[in-house]
């Protein structure tokens, strides 16, 4: 799908942020619409397949109102939060989750290089300006044999079941978010799947940044995916790894 009118570069950095800060009071509501209830399911699918646990250091980019972090700390590890959008960590503090909150640009993480212990990230490939900065600053930021799990919408491959699909995220999303949040924060949603790369392009994304083992799950008929994976070993400036 082609970007149309969508922003790109720096106008999508201000666009999307201050869409967050709009819609951040009634994000959760929605988001469990949308989903049809489905996505903190696939969040605790997404931290089982990596296997975080007790002990663990986990940051969780463009954390959001605090799902995936709120089930992080249910697992005993700890959860480090980081958000560029301010109104959605308050709403995350005023949920009462008590996870270290840090604005700040996924970017440009304010993290040392190879000090936690696995990334994760839900429903935010597609906001970010560019995808593979963001996987190339995740990837120094985990240690080597440290994990990533990034969650996010797709459309299923299937004709049939991707016109029944569209008609329900394409349709009724931007119509129910639309009544119930905000116009065109909702119109938004669907066409910001065109941000997302084809599979095996973002399969190269995340090599090329320096994963390995990567794995690709579909759920729910093809309409999101769970890509995991895990960091390999640190390769010093201008050589190869040893
Ligand atoms: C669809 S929400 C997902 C929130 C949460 N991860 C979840 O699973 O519900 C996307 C989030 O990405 C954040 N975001 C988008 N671009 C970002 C960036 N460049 N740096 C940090 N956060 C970003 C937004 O502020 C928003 O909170």
Known sequence: MALGDLPTGEEKRVRVREMFDRIAPRYDALNRIVSLGLDQRWRRRALAKIQVGAGDLVVDLACGTGDFCELVEALGARAIGVDFAREMLRQAAARGLRFPKV????????????????????????????????????????????????????????????????????????????????????????????????????????SGAGFLELEREIVLLGSAQILTGVRGPLTPVGGRSR
């Open 103 to 206: 604005q700040g640009d996924g970017e440009w993480l304010p993290f040392a290089t190879a000090s936690v212990d696995a990334v994760t990230c839900g429903f935010a490939l597609r906001n970010f300006v560019s995808l593979e900065a963001v996987l190339r600053e995740i990837a120094r930021i985990v240690r080597p044999g440290g994990r990533i799990a990034l969650v996010d919408v797709d459309r299923p491959v299937w004709g049939p079941l991707r016109a029944a699909h569209s008609l329900y995220f394409d349709r009724l999303v931007p119509l129910v978010g639309g009544l119930l949040s905000d116009r065109s924060a909702y119109k938004y949603l669907p066409k910001s799947t065109a941000y997302l790369p084809a599979p095996e392009v973002l399969r190269t994304m995340l």
